[in-house]
């Protein structure tokens, strides 16, 4: 074909394109248009440095300071980032959903009863009056500065700009860094934890040499109290400290000590679904949900590390396990575990069934420890691990079952331990184990 004969169609296409982009760019720019007439306030969001909420008597004052928003009335306090940030946002986005035209505060509910928020944009005074709601629940009436015109705004919008004084104010109980903790002391009633930082990862108790700590607890029980709030600011602090538990001594102390020295907080009596709290022994009186008590309680008698086994399961290269003559083999494969009976009977189980098995032991706790016999009795039950180059690395016998415990002899390395661990939980176990000697079901074909 003659290139020449596809000039023409070449160039209506080029006509059509272009004419295709100038209907989009002029579409574009009516949608722009008609979104800048919807707009109620014409500055962003950076450029609004101050705000005040009215409710009749009611009066809320924000001051931003540099990036940061600062509640100076009714109170001076710290604002909550998201909640304040949402509230500007919302203000310097809003639209008008129609434009009623002049009408009557009274009507509209646009008198100094309603809801209204002035601001400070470029050193310029604007305010906004938020009215009743519309019939059918399709908005609000609103009205900017001084004109006449009632506007309709969105319900979504109303709720955003109506923030109560607690919504506003910054919740953090307790700012510090978990990783930046050295040491803590936790007193709950006659309970009393002291612990001590001492690497990355590893703890140890003051006072208690032959107790073990439970590291990975420790840290997620401080990022659990960093991420705690308070609840609720009362007005004025109770009168008298002992009804709210907080004096002459809280039923509750959490000491944490930091490069930045020494805090604590103290939690007193409950309230309802409240608990009073105080960071510091003149810091301001507060209320926590009454979890957080219970929390500490809890932390305070599970830090301690009573695991029969906290090795590396990776490390783990053979398994023995049963009873007396009767033992069976797991060793550990590049993708599996092989596993073989007392009577030479193989057994293949995927890697991963066992590693949970043995991720399971390693949660086993004891109840208590036990005076070691000088002579172990028969035994019932017997496991072992060895790592992939064969050493001990562990091993457990069973020495008697009495009433809901379960008597056991452990030793890891030169450490020998005699426990005794709830029935039901190493019985539940032993189950899991047999299992593993049962050949896993053929796939279906």
Do not use: C
Not at 394 to 403: R, S
Request: avoid cysteine; hydrophobic fraction near 40%; aromatic fraction near 6%.
């Amino acid at each position: 074909m003659n290139p020449r004969r596809l000039i023409p169609y070449v160039a209506v296409f080029l006509i059509l394109a272009g004419t295709y982009v100038g209907l989009r760019w002029q579409q574009a720019q009516k949608e722009t248009r008609e979104q800048q007439a919807k707009q109620v306030f014409t500055y962003k969001e950076a450029e609004i440095t101050a705000l005040t909420l009215k409710r009749g008597k009611e009066e809320i004052q924000l001051t931003r300071q540099g990036a940061v928003w600062e509640m100076t009335k009714p109170v001076e306090a710290k604002t909550d980032p998201e909640t304040v940030d949402h509230l500007v946002r919302t203000l310097a986005d809003l639209k008008q959903m129609r434009d009623l035209g002049p009408g009557e505060a009274k009507t509209f509910g646009l008198g100094e009863a309603g809801l209204s928020i002035s601001f400070t944009a470029k050193g310029e005074q604007h305010r906004l009056v938020v009215g009743e709601a519309v019939p059918g629940g399709r908005g609000h009436y609103a009205r900017k500065d001084d004109d006449p015109n009632v506007l309709m705004i969105s319900t979504g919008a109303r709720e955003a700009l109506n923030q109560q004084t607690l919504s506003l104010r910054d919740k953090t109980l307790w700012a510090f860094d978990p990783t930046q903790v050295k040491s803590i002391k936790i007193r709950v009633d006659k309970t009393a934890v002291d612990l001590e930082k001492t690497g990355a990862g590893d703890w140890r108790w003051v006072g208690r040499a032959g107790s073990r700590v439970r590291a990975d607890r420790v840290e997620e029980w401080l990022r659990q109290l960093k991420q705690a709030r308070i609840i609720d600011f009362p007005l004025a602090a109770p009168k008298d400290l002992r009804a709210a538990g907080l004096a002459p001594q809280a039923k509750t102390q959490v000491t944490l000590v930091t490069p930045k020295g020494a805090e604590s907080l103290f939690l007193g009596a409950v309230t309802g679904s409240e608990v009073y709290a105080r960071l510091g022994p003149q810091g301001q009186v507060v209320k926590v949900g009454k979890g957080l008590p219970e929390q500490v309680a809890r932390a305070a008698t599970t830090l301690e590390d009573r695991r029969l086994w906290s090795g590396s399961i990776k490390e783990v290269g053979t398994v023995v396990w049963g009873a007396s003559g009767k033992n069976w083999t797991a060793v550990r494969t590049p993708d599996s575990w092989k596993i073989t009976g007392p009577d030479k009977f193989e057994v293949k189980q995927d890697s991963q069934r066992l590693q949970l098995v043995l991720s399971n032991f390693q949660n086993l706790e004891y109840s208590k420890l036990l005076p070691q016999a000088a002579t172990p009795g028969k035994e019932a039950f017997r496991v072992e691990f060895y790592d992939l180059a064969g050493k001990p690395m562990f091993n457990l016998v069973e020495l008697a079952k009495k009433g809901d415990s379960v008597e056991v002899l452990t030793k890891s390395g030169n450490t020998t331990m005699a426990a005794a661990v709830p029935q039901k939980n190493f019985t539940r176990w032993q189950e899991e184990m047999t299992r593993l000697t049962t050949p896993p079901p053929n796939p279906a074909k």
